[in-house]
């Protein structure tokens, strides 16, 4: 008789205590907001002329941006807002991500499984990021110079989370990769290359990487030493040219 009253109330009472628990999540993350993003992006997550509208971005956007260090921001005037160091816990940005994604629907935080090295094509991986982000982040993900003092970042040292959370947001100048357009998969494939070609263990098969900063290096490597020893070459000719005359 216990066991079958248990089996009827149990599940009902758990569903309510994790709804309470939420719903208290969502209210700590209200007073966080309240106290440290309400005065850029509106009392409502409505936006200012000092903050974008955030209603809708999701609990993804909010973990990668306060995780990494971006919000809040230092200033609103910079061409475009740096990582730096998180000045909120785990916990709390979980609070705030919670109240976000209250205000509308938007990408959840991903789990482990998702971006996980776990089945991963490291091939697979290799093109997609080739094809799409190496044209502003460098074939290795170092990163690159993009127009009016803005920039892609250096991806090493970013964590497999705060990665595919940008793939899946699109933050700053990134355009968004959702799954309709980059799957679940190939975002695991994408970090799966830049783990393997960021590893400390990899070595280059074509020697010195000089940056691994692609023909810019390799550029201004080959005009310094390479002109400057066609130049010691030549002073050296004319050197012996003019010995053999005096002679």
């Known amino acids: 008789m216990h066991r079958g009253l248990y089996a009827v109330f149990a599940p009902a009472d758990k569903a309510q205590a994790d709804e309470s628990a939420q719903s208290l999540t969502i209210e700590e993350g209200k007073k966080l907001y ?44 910079s061409a475009q807002v740096p990582r730096k160091k998180a000045i909120y816990s785990q916990a709390e940005i979980d609070q705030l991500a ?3 994604a209250s205000l509308g629907a938007g990408p959840a935080i991903p789990t482990e499984a998702q971006y996980g090295p776990e089945g991963a094509d490291i091939g697979n991986g290799g093109e997609l990021f080739r094809n799409n982000c190496a044209q502003c982040h460098n074939f290795t993900g170092k990163g690159g110079a993009l127009t009016h003092g803005k920039y892609a970042p250096s991806l090493e040292g970013v964590s497999d989370k705060h990665i595919y959370e940008a793939m899946l947001t699109g933050p700053q100048n990134m355009p968004s990769f959702p799954d309709t357009t980059l799957s679940e998969q190939n975002k695991k494939d994408v970090i799966a290359y830049l783990n393997a070609v960021n590893g400390e263990e990899t070595e280059s098969p074509g020697g010195l990487t000089l940056g691994g900063l692609g023909p810019v290096s390799e550029g201004l490597f080959a005009w310094v030493f390479g002109l400057g020893a066609l130049i010691a070459a030549a002073v050296w000719v004319a050197a012996r040219t003019a010995k053999a005359k005096k002679s």
Request: charged share 5%; with cysteine.
């Open 98 to 100: 919670a109240y976000i």
């Open 34 to 77: 309240a106290v440290g993003c309400a005065s850029c992006h509106g009392t409502g997550g409505q936006g200012t002329s000092d903050g974008p509208n955030v209603v809708g971005v999701g609990a993804a956007a909010v973990d990668f941006q306060v995780g990494t260090g971006r919000m809040p921001a230092a200033t609103s005037q």
